[in-house]
């Protein structure tokens, strides 16, 4: 058991799991806002042995540094790499700090988000059809960049749908194959595809001015990551032409000044953030909790 256990910002945890985190520290302190630093992170975690976080607020070495009580970091977050973390991962393992995050658990919530505005693109719900005329999804070419779990996801909904699908990934997957995906590279797959759904990341950058160009005109891009997948000056050149972009938050847009813009579709909602994706967090957070064995 912790001896104290603070959780310096909300953590979407529902009430049980918030009740639950008493049985692992003698005291628990929760705040309701959002840290606004550095030192207002180090005088909330003050002598606490536990710490806990979501993705809005970052622990970078120099908190630690002044926080020599640390021996947990709980991510109540997506924890991908160390590099992508809002945590300095690699200083907390010089320090002997476990650090652990979640995966897997706002999925479900994106593929009904994508598949939503893809269908009212292209029949023309509230909005000019995509190609003049009512279409299904059936035949069209979905590729998808990145095919980890949500990536994957889109791409399982998309062939129901029956669309065909090809990704773009760091190496074919047997079980996309086995699935009738197509593994091309990426300027191929950006060439062919009518409509490309980037599932990278956070911090990835894959869509540069070359890549842009070798998408093309007349297509439809879906952002959904942490982060916007392209480089800036290239995506707002690739949005002067006939195309759209959609994104469910400004965080995987970018630049707030793209809201506006009549060729970009941000809901400006974190589509993932569902009562179902909550409760998954919830007991994710729990079990990194209980086994941990420091």
């Known amino acids: 058991m912790f001896q104290k256990l603070v959780a310096i910002e909300p953590l979407s945890l529902i009430p049980s799991a918030e009740e639950a985190l008493k049985s692992f520290a003698s005291e628990v302190i929760m705040y309701p806002n959002i840290p606004a630093g550095d030192d207002e992170i180090v005088a909330r975690i003050g002598d606490a042995d536990a710490v806990l976080l979501s993705y809005t607020s ?15 970091i709980g991510m109540c977050c997506s924890l991908y790499s160390p590099e992508s973390a809002n945590v300095d991962i690699l200083y907390a393992n010089e320090r002997g700090i476990t650090v652990t995050g979640i995966r897997d658990y706002g999925d479900e919530g994106v593929v009904e988000y994508i598949t939503s505005e893809l269908v ?21 070419k979905v590729g998808i960049v990145g095919l980890g779990k949500s990536g994957g ?9 029956g669309a065909e699908i090809s990704y773009f990934a760091r ?30 990341n956070k911090h990835t950058i894959l869509l540069h001015e070359a890549e842009f160009e070798k998408l093309g005109n007349k297509k439809i891009l879906f952002n959904t990551g942490l982060s916007p997948a392209w480089d800036e000056p290239a995506f707002e050149k690739w949005l002067e032409g006939d195309n759209l972009c959609y994104c469910d938050t400004l965080i995987a847009l970018g630049d707030a000044r793209f809201l506006n813009h009549p060729h970009v579709r941000c809901m400006q909602v974190s589509t993932g953030r569902t009562r179902q994706a909550f409760d998954r967090l919830s007991a994710k957070v729990l079990a990194n909790l209980s086994e941990y064995k420091g």
């Open 58 to 72: 970052q622990i970078n070495r120099s908190v630690l540094e002044q926080c020599p009580n640390v021996k947990y």
């Open 120 to 140: 009212r693109c292209l029949h023309g719900f509230g909005q000019e059809p995509w190609d003049g005329m009512a279409r299904e999804i059936t035949g069209l």
């Open 153 to 161: 996801m889109i791409a399982d909904a998309m062939k129901h749908f």
């Open 171 to 200: 190496s074919e997957k047997a079980e996309a194959t086995a699935k009738g995906y197509r593994f091309l590279p990426l300027g191929e797959l950006l060439a062919e595809s009518e409509v490309v759904c980037c599932c990278l």
